[in-house]
Structure formats: C-alpha cells, structure tokens
C-alpha cells in the first residue's frame, strides 16, 4: 500500500497495479484475523493481535476506489460502507482489551501504558469543556456556548476536538490529537453523517482540511479526496457552509505564511529522545522500541 502511493505522482498505472496486490494480501489477512479472533487466543498472540489490527485500521483509512472526489463519498451514491473506515475506533478498543497492550510482557508496553493507545480516556480539555479555541464563526454556526455539552449538542464534542487541531500540520509527533476526532465519535453523530448531514459532512471536511497536507500517507490521501468532494458537495448543499470551510483554509494558510505551522510537543518521545509511534511510521512497522 505504501508503494502504491509513493509511486502515484509518477505513474498511475504502476500504483493501481500495486494497489490490487495490496487489496488481495489485505482480504487473505482479514480472512485469517477474523479466524484467529473466533477462536482461543493464547496470550502468546496478543501482541501480534494487536499489531494486526492496527495494521488493518491504517489500511482501512488509505484505501479509496478512487482519487476522482466525483466518484467518492459524499458525491457517488450512498453505500453501507462509505463510512466504515471510521468505525475503526470501537474495534481497536475491543481489541484493547482482548490484547492488553499494557500488561508487563507485552512489547508495547514502553509505549501504551503512558496512555498513548487507542485514546481510551478523554484528555482533560475534553472533560474540562474548554471552547476557548473555537473560532467565533463556528461557535454561532454549531451553537457551542460554555453551557453546550456533547449530550445536549451532538456538534460540540467533534467542534471542541477540531478546534484544538486547527493550528498543527499533521505528523508523527501530533498524530493522536487528530485521531480524537474518529476515537471519539459518538453514534448520534455518525447517524448523521451517513444521513448528509450538512453541519456533520462540515465537521468532517474540516477535518479533511487539517489532515490534508500531513506527512502519514496513510491518512493524506482519504483527506485529499474526500476533502475535495466534501467541498464540491457543500459548495452544491449548502453555500453558507462551504464559505465558512474555506474562510477556516484560507485562515489557515494564511497563519502558516505568517508564522510556520505551529507544533504541539510530540507525544510519543521515550526517555531515549526515540520516536515510537504506534502504527505511525511511514513504512507500516507499528513501532520502535531501542
């Protein structure tokens, strides 16, 4: 999968060659997976349990039929797996506790048990309810006021966790702060979504906006995509939103020409100064332990 899209800017017919080849390996594996999980699992698989599914949920996020946005959701006719890369969330946890990364003798150990998994606990921000960091425009688009709250407003939790992103270019050291927004996702919300809803398809195209031009390819290319139709498909729905969508990316770029892309400390740092990223590196390993 890597290869196919490292090879798409120089040729298109090399990386859908490569891509079929991904998708014939990726079904063989699920096939296995789905077969390991219905049976006992020794606690010696866990961890390779664990790396599987992450493997599996990155390539659930990369893989798209196409890179027309004319053909991809929310342009092409609806399907009951447009969003089905999204529900990946609910899966890891259950996988989480299947595997328990964190136990003593698991390998991912150094890395998990700093809360650095699958976002299984809210950040603090999140349960304070911090909205300083929502622009105005949106605040009065969505209705979020220090009194809204995730149970009485299903746009302020999505609002609140985008808002806290809008500033990072996405990278390995940020990547978790940008995949609250699919850990998070309430089911109210992604009724909406697979509804047209245009607030939500919003949310979701602004996400698209600031994972776009990040530096993990399994992510960039579905935000490229899908950003685009997202985009089209509002400019058509609903003209309001889509001014406000570009209002935010012009905002954006403008703030990056200024000043750079302003970086969070990265979060996945051992005592070493050694990167190691749970199914973050650009070429698929599900992470480095020295």
């Known amino acids: 999968m890597h290869d196919s899209s490292l090879s798409l800017p120089y ?17 063989q594996a699920t096939t296995l997976y789905h077969r390991i999980l219905n049976g006992p699992i020794p606690p010696s698989h866990r ?5 599987t599914g992450v493997h599996l949920g990155a390539a659930s996020f990369w893989y798209l039929e196409s890179d027309d946005p004319y053909t991809v959701w929310p342009l092409k006719p609806s399907e009951p797996g447009d969003l089905s890369w ?3 969330g609910e899966g890891k946890r259950h996988l ?5 990364p964190t136990r003593e003798d698991s390998v991912f150990r150094r890395v998990l048990a700093r809360n650095h998994g699958p976002c299984t606990t809210p950040p603090d921000w999140m349960q304070n309810n911090d909205i300083s960091l929502v622009p105005e425009s949106v605040k009065i688009t969505f209705g979020i006021t220090p009194l809204s709250s995730k149970e009485d407003n299903v746009y302020h939790l999505p609002v609140l ?17 940008f995949l609250y927004f699919t850990a998070f996702i309430t089911p109210e919300f992604l009724e909406l979504l697979e509804q047209k809803d245009p607030k939500a398809v919003f949310l ?6 600031m994972c776009r031009n990040g530096t993990l390819w399994w992510m960039t290319r579905r935000a490229r995509v899908e950003g685009e139709a997202v985009r089209i498909w509002l400019s058509v729905v609903d003209s309001r939103l889509n001014d406000l969508l570009e209002e935010l990316g012009r905002r954006r770029d403008m703030e990056v020409k200024e000043g ?4 969070t400390k990265a979060q996945n740092i051992d005592e070493s100064g050694l990167e190691v990223n749970w199914a973050l590196d650009s070429r698929g390993r599900i992470l480095t332990v020295a």
């Not at 040729?11 to 079904?27: G, N, V």
């Not at 961890?47 to 790396?51: E, G, L, R, T, V």
Request: charge should be positive; hydrophobic fraction near 45%; avoid cysteine.
């Open 260 to 263: 750079g892309w302003i970086q």
């Open 86 to 88: 999204m529900k990946i």
């Open 161 to 177: 966790i985008l808002s806290r992103i809008r500033h990072l270019q996405l990278s390995h050291g940020n990547v978790l702060e």
């Open 96 to 100: 989480w506790r299947i595997a328990d």
């Open 47 to 51: 961890d390779a349990i664990w790396a």
């Open 204 to 209: 979701l195209g602004w996400w698209f906006q």
């Open 11 to 27: 040729s298109a017919s090399q990386s859908a060659t490569l891509q079929r080849k991904s998708l014939y390996h990726w079904d």
